[in-house]
T-cell receptor
Framework: SQKIEQNSEALNIQEGKTATLTCNYTNYSPAYLQWYRQDPGRGPVFLLLIRENEKEKRKERLKVTFDTTLKQSLFHITASQPADSATYLCALASNTGFQKLVFGTGTRLLVSP | GAVVSQHPSRVICKSGTSVKIECRSLDFQATTMFWYRQFPKQSLMLMATSNEGSKATYEQGVEKDKFLINHASLTLSTLTVTSAHPEDSSFYIC??????????????FGNGTRLTVT
């Protein structure tokens, strides 16, 4: 069955460092991969979308890579700030059928000052 | 832009009663709305997809008679949890898309509804 794996353990880093979060998937051939941020008790907020034919996407301090051979996406936040502390979810969609998004469980990021 | 409002944010109800949750797209027309359920430290689980003016499509294992979805307009979808039981206690989140929910377009989420059934 399709599986999306994100590290369930929280990632603790110091302010100013680069945070790198991982999203691995199996039994899936996504055409699109999206990353969302979710704060406690709130709905997710869209951050970035990357297509299968794109290796890398950037937006301000955020960078996403998509390796369809490794079946992995990496999400980087450079110059991290305490305000970046949240749970980050990856979501995948195929390009066939309804293309509905399937979400990973998310990784909690804690940036300490 | 792309604001989705969900109401109420919290609701406590007694077992056996019904609860209605509203999801509105405030500044765009949502051709497709999605309803998710999220348990603590778990991923969002899609419950159903609704398109304006048509019947909702439910995911496997989701009881359509228990979770009634109405997408009456391009800006409003409602989820009614009928005859709620304690096991229905969860965080319910709606999302909306103007692009039919295609994988190449972002979803815009409401802030969720925390349902507690006593």
């Amino acid at each position: 069955s399709q599986k999306i794996e994100q590290n369930s353990e929280a990632l603790n880093i110091q302010e100013g460092k680069t945070a790198t979060l991982t999203c691995n998937y199996t039994n899936y051939s996504p055409a699109y991969l999206q990353w969302y941020r979710q704060d406690p008790g709130r709905g997710p907020v869209f951050l970035l979308l990357i297509r299968e034919n794109e290796k890398e996407k950037r937006k301000e301090r955020l960078k996403v890579t998509f390796d369809t051979t490794l079946k992995q996406s990496l999400f980087h936040i450079t110059a991290s700030q305490p305000a970046d502390s949240a749970t980050y979810l990856c979501a995948l969609a195929s390009n066939t059928g309804f293309q509905k998004l399937v979400f990973g469980t998310g990784t909690r990021l804690l940036v300490s000052p | 832009g792309a604001v989705v409002s969900q109401h109420p944010s919290r609701v406590i109800c007694k077992s056996g009663t019904s609860v209605k949750i509203e999801c509105r797209s405030l500044d765009f027309q949502a051709t497709t709305m999605f309803w998710y359920r999220q348990f603590p430290k778990q991923s969002l689980m899609l419950m159903a997809t609704s398109n304006e003016g048509s019947k909702a499509t439910y995911e496997q294992g989701v009881e359509k008679d228990k979770f009634l979805i109405n997408h009456a307009s391009l800006t409003l979808s409602t989820l009614t949890v009928t005859s709620a039981h304690p096991e229905d206690s969860s965080f319910y989140i709606c999302s909306a898309s103007w692009a039919g929910g295609l994988g190449n377009s972002p979803l815009h989420f409401g802030n969720g509804t925390r349902l507690t059934v006593t």
